[in-house]
């Protein structure tokens, strides 16, 4: 998903400290099967002497370097990009690499990827992660996700940058474009090892630019698909790094698309699709229920753990009349019918994996869908076109797919179509993500690629940092299963130990990647920073809002 440059402010009232009483989560599901750890390669000697920025064009990659099988790679440009910007946003001189890895099978796309070599190098290095499907190449120049515009960038820092394509290259359709999924290694790419391939042949050119070892410190950011990436490095290849910083991430993505699958096909059903005026009166009715349960009316509920035990729009008011159409019909803009009721119930509650998942999970938890915005368009705001696409758009569900289709409806029918059954005539609506017959084999194939395993022993016996942050609304990857990844660690180490390495924390009103609620803002790199480098852990972090109240901060709770 796109990620936000904001704007971080000042520091957090008494009031604002008040909301850290929220409740906490359920017990956690145990531990995962997934990965192991690839034996680390040793690439061959460069030259002990810096090369200029020109001197890169052309330059070969060999597979040597590359711990998983590659076909090696090259360096199609490499021009010096002069310093500009000022204050949080200047930008050093740097060389903006583009390069690509090829393919084992030669009827698989490339990797391309991006890598930018300030020439006042600081000697560590960031990886930045990508978002739906991938595809394209993350700006390298930019901020880690929810990052603040106030604090410089990476390559503002003085970090080598560096990012890919994931191993294909998407069409008009962006993160959505699903194709590269007919490909074996593209999906294997995609599943993990373009991480690997890319981490391998960027600190290859690292070396050849410096005349200097590896990086001194090596962290990844990433968010959604890139929030999975970052935690998936952390697993499979803890050597490489030294912190990682995962916004929302789908870290078992996916069980993520077949619980957004099972929201799509309850929207699906006659009757069940809220408009987006009914999705303001929602959020209305559950901000008059569930506000002020954390002790403070500020617009955002904080306290989502009561908030869903208490809340039932089958009785709900808002603004004293009842929230359910009467009789359950539908009547109009101010009342939801039972249709629509159900849907939102069913979004509310977890979906049942009848085969097996990778993970190790048995299912996929539900939505705090009572409080997210769920797509209103009316609202102004220039984020909220972005959120109403991320959300439940503004289109039903249906075959074929519509352009104003919920953003998981089109996603999981690109790889039910392209994944699954590789059958592009297939109604991807038909497949029951809870018991989907013939398809389960393949299901539990492809989690073995995008599921990722909890158990980071190796990464913190050998002193990885790892920040997880998740907005409570978000609709898109569940908040909970975050929660569910923290709490395996947590079964598996002991909260003690984890508090060693990991840090939890949910940002009320946040949701996916945007938010016209609380758009959230967090220091994270200064903060892995103090914890990779000087061991200093975090203490009293603060999120800042730059689009419900712009600059209004809240307390970054531990969880």
Same mark, same amino acid.
């Given at each position: ?10 520091c957090?009232s ?67 990009? @002069?310093?500009?910007? /000022?204050?949080? !946003? #200047? &930008? ?6 583009? $390069?690509?890895? +090829? %393919? =084992? ?12 070599l ?26 880690v ?28 359709a ?17 599943g993990?090892? @373009?991480?690997?391939? /890319?981490?391998? !042949? #960027? &600190? ?6 410096? $005349?200097?070892? +590896? %990086? =001194? ?30 916004w ?11 619980g ?14 809220p ?22 009316a ?27 159409? +009467? ?12 249709a ?6 069913t979004?509310?509650t ?19 869908v ?56 297939f109604d ?88 016209t ?24 972090q ?18």
């Open positions: 998903m796109k990620q936000h440059q904001l704007i971080l402010l000042g957090v008494a009031l604002a400290l008040a909301a850290c009483g929220g409740g906490g989560g359920s017990n956690g599901t145990g531990g995962g099967g997934g990965g192991g750890t690839d034996t680390p390669t040793t690439p061959p000697p460069v030259a002990a002497t810096p090369k200029a920025c020109a001197d890169l064009v052309g330059m070969e990659i060999p597979a040597s370097a590359i711990g998983l099988p590659t076909s090696g790679g090259k360096v199609t440009a490499a021009t010096v990009t @002069a310093a500009a910007g /000022t204050g949080a !946003a #200047a &930008l050093p001189e740097y060389c903006n690499v583009l $390069a690509s890895i +090829a %393919p =084992v099978d030669p009827t698989a796309p490339s990797i391309n990827f991006r890598l930018a300030p020439t006042a190098w600081n000697k560590k290095a960031v990886m930045f992660g990508g978002g739906g499907f991938d595809g394209t190449l993350p700006n390298v120049a930019g901020n996700p929810a990052g603040p515009a106030d604090k410089p960038t990476p390559l503002g820092r003085g970090y080598a940058t560096f990012a890919s394509d994931s191993g294909h290259q998407a069409n008009a962006g993160s959505l474009d699903g194709q590269f999924q007919l490909n074996d290694e593209a999906f294997r790419n995609f993990g090892h @373009a991480l690997k391939k /890319t981490h391998d !042949a #960027a &600190l290859y050119l690292i070396k050849a630019r410096y $005349a200097a070892g +590896a %990086p =001194v410190k090596s962290y990844f950011a990433g968010g959604s698909t890139g929030g999975r990436e970052a935690v998936s490095v952390a697993q499979r290849w803890p050597q490489d790094w030294d912190g990682i910083i995962a929302y991430p789908a870290w078992n993505q996916l069980s993520a698309m077949l957004g699958h099972r929201m799509s096909r309850a929207l699906a059903q006659p009757g069940a699709y408009n987006t005026p009914k999705r303001a009166l929602l959020l209305k009715a559950v901000l008059q229920a569930c506000d002020t349960l954390d002790g403070v500020d617009g955002l509920v904080s306290n989502q753990l009561k908030c869903n035990s208490v809340f039932d729009p089958s009785v709900a008011l808002v603004d004293g009349a009842p929230l359910r159409c +009467a009789n359950g019909a539908d009547t109009g803009d101010t009342c939801l019918s039972d629509q009721i159900t849907a939102l119930k979004i509310n977890a979906t049942s994996f009848n085969f097996f998942v990778a993970s190790g999970s048995t299912g996929y938890p539900g939505y705090n009572w409080g997210a915005d769920l797509g209103i368009t009316s609202n102004p705001s220039p984020l909220q076109p972005t959120v109403t696409f991320l959300n439940f758009g503004t289109e039903q569900p249906a075959m074929p797919v519509p352009a104003g289709a919920p953003y998981i409806t089109k996603q999981l029918d690109q790889t039910i179509k392209y994944g699954v059954t590789r059958d592009l005539q991807s609506l038909s497949l029951d993500p809870e018991n989907p017959g013939p398809w389960g084999a393949r299901l539990s194939e492809l989690s073995t690629m995008l599921d990722v395993s909890s158990d980071l022993s190796e990464f913190a016996s050998r002193g990885g940092k790892l920040l997880l942050a998740h907005g409570l609304s978000d609709v898109l990857v569940s908040t909970r299963a975050t929660e569910q990844f923290y709490q395996r660690l947590q079964a598996q180490f002991g909260p003690s130990y984890v508090d060693g390495f990991a840090r939890y924390y949910e940002v009320a009103g946040y949701g996916h990647a945007v938010s609620q609380f758009n959230a803002t967090w220091d994270s790199l200064t903060a892995l920073e103090q914890w990779a480098e000087n061991g200093t852990a975090p203490k009293a603060v999120t800042t809002d730059t689009a419900g109240v712009p600059g209004r901060k809240r307390p970054l709770c531990d969880y």
